[in-house]
């Protein structure tokens, strides 16, 4: 399976540190999604009872609900943020590093 990694984006407001975004389709294998961060705290982003294979299955299994354009969460020194969605289904999803 192909990781759905899109380009990474700097976001850098004047006076604010320096932010690395990047956008992650919803359908992402979680394992993947961990690899491509490189977080040093994958365990907060591991299913428990294997509930989700996906990081949009991720995002709504913390939000317990279905997802809604603009939701947000944050998990192992990250913020997801729901860029689009589809139904059930989250397509699209930023991920950015928290300073």
Do not use: C, W
Request: hydrophobic share 45%; no cysteine.
């Amino acid at each position: 399976m192909t990781l759905l990694l899109g380009p990474i984006a700097i976001l850098a407001p004047i006076g604010m540190s320096v932010l690395i975004s990047r956008p992650v389709d919803g359908i992402a294998g979680l394992g993947e999604v961990i690899k491509a961060l490189g977080t040093d705290r994958p365990r907060e982003l591991a299913p428990a009872t294997g509930s989700y294979e996906t990081i949009g299955g991720f995002v709504m299994h913390r939000l317990r609900r279905v997802a809604r354009k603009a939701d947000r969460i944050e998990a192992a020194g990250f913020i997801f943020e729901v860029v689009d969605v589809e139904g059930f289904r989250i397509n699209q999803l930023l991920v950015t590093r928290r300073p």
